[in-house]
């Protein structure tokens, strides 16, 4: 009985890429095996998917099909491929991945692979003041490090490691499983020595072979001019240690900053409330204005309102990026007296004796009533 054309089988063209290749095998496999199929053939079509995708999968075994055909791959025709189907090096791991999320090759050795170490994450509590000038602190924080007793051995001694004497110091093994596509081998981390390819005889007593110990690490931390809460920064390699050669992770200090009771700030601006009296706003004044540099003399014209807001520019916080300052903002509020003396009193009746006060001010008065006619 002749054999079926393999694109045919597999419901594809000869035009068809790699990929569409291998979903249209995995779609039939899937649908034909014994295992899984209720169709009466399901066995014999199944066979007959495994045989296309064994050719057409394979570059050269696909240009010799497309140039003879079936006659390729029969020794009887004096083409020296070989006779009928087999399985021989044929690798089901990816299509056994595809369904059921197994069957993936480890690569060889790749537990030995120099890897960095894990990073580290520390919250640091500045006050507001040193939020804008920075400052240099020590700190100690809890860290891997190399064992001070094996030097990152693990062992007592260089003589104390040998081969894995099951992966025979390749840190990897092959394991045979069975799966709806018969038995499969895949290669995976040696569970003996999880990959080191080494046997620790006699392990270090302080780190009992892993090599690092913990320890609290004094370390600076430089806090940089114009931080903020929930900005951080990086410092290079002073997280964990690395392993089989790798670099130490990254210690990251995430900054929290105390609020202050007389500033306010507003990305690189300072707010600072003021308050003034009766007199200095209507009679205008000079008066001395705290800063984080220190006091400023500000002037306040006269008929100044509540709620007026002025701008030092230059004396606000310094951007953490490009050093530059940003502005502080004075914001004045004219304090109504709670209590006030027989003198101060008196000088206030006197006062509304003579002031222009809304109802007197014609003008003032009637752009007052037109707002709610």
């Not at 999968?57 to 087999?86: I, L």
């Not at 050795?109 to 602190?137: A, C, L, V």
């Not at 025979?168 to 020595?193: A, D, I, K, N």
């Not at 000088?347 to 002031?355: A, H």
Request: charged fraction near 30%; glycine fraction near 10%.
């Amino acid at each position: 009985m002749a054999k079926k054309d393999y694109y045919e089988v597999l419901g594809i063209g000869k035009s068809s890429s790699e990929d569409e290749i291998k979903k249209a095998y995995r779609k039939l496999a899937k649908k034909y095996h014994p295992d899984v199929s209720t169709e009466s053939n399901a066995e014999e079509k199944f066979k007959e998917v495994q045989e296309a995708y064994e050719v057409l999968s394979d570059a050269p075994k696909k240009a010799q099909y497309d140039q003879f055909g079936h006659a390729a791959f029969d020794q009887s025709q004096g083409f020296g491929g070989q006779g009928g189907f087999g399985q021989g090096d044929f690798d089901f791991g990816d299509i056994f991945s595809a369904f059921f999320g197994g069957g993936q090759r480890t690569s060889r050795g790749s537990s030995n692979r120099p890897r960095k170490g894990n990073d580290i994450q520390r919250r640091m509590t500045i006050s507001f003041e040193e939020s804008i000038f920075g400052k240099k602190e020590k700190i100690r924080i809890p860290v891997y490090d190399e064992c001070h007793v094996c030097h990152g051995l693990g062992a007592k001694s260089k003589s104390d490691i040998k081969a894995c004497s099951r992966c025979h110091g390749s840190g990897t093994v092959v394991v045979e499983q069975q799966t709806l596509f018969g038995r499969t081998q895949t290669r995976t981390t040696c569970p003996t020595c999880n990959g080191t390819g080494k046997e620790i005889i006699n392990k270090c007593s302080n780190c009992n072979g892993e090599g690092v110990e913990k320890i609290n690490k004094e370390i600076e931390v430089n806090v940089p001019k114009g931080i903020e809460t929930g900005q951080q920064i990086r410092l290079e390699n002073f997280g964990n240690k690395g392993s089989n050669g790798g670099p130490n992770g990254d210690l990251y200090i995430v900054f929290e900053v105390r609020p202050s009771d007389t500033y306010v700030r507003q990305g690189d601006d300072i707010i600072i409330n003021v308050p003034i009296t009766f007199a200095q706003a209507a009679l205008g004044t000079e008066i001395e204005v705290p800063t984080v540099y220190g006091q400023v003399l500000l002037k306040v014209p006269s008929g100044t309102q509540s709620d007026a807001k002025f701008r030092l520019r230059g004396k606000g916080a310094p951007n953490v990026r490009t050093k530059v300052k940003g502005d502080q903002h004075v914001i004045l509020t004219v304090v109504t007296p709670s209590k006030l003396t027989r003198e101060q009193k008196k000088v206030f009746e006197q006062l509304s004796k003579v002031e222009d006060t809304p109802q007197k001010n014609k003008n003032f008065w009637s752009k007052f009533k037109d707002n709610f006619k």
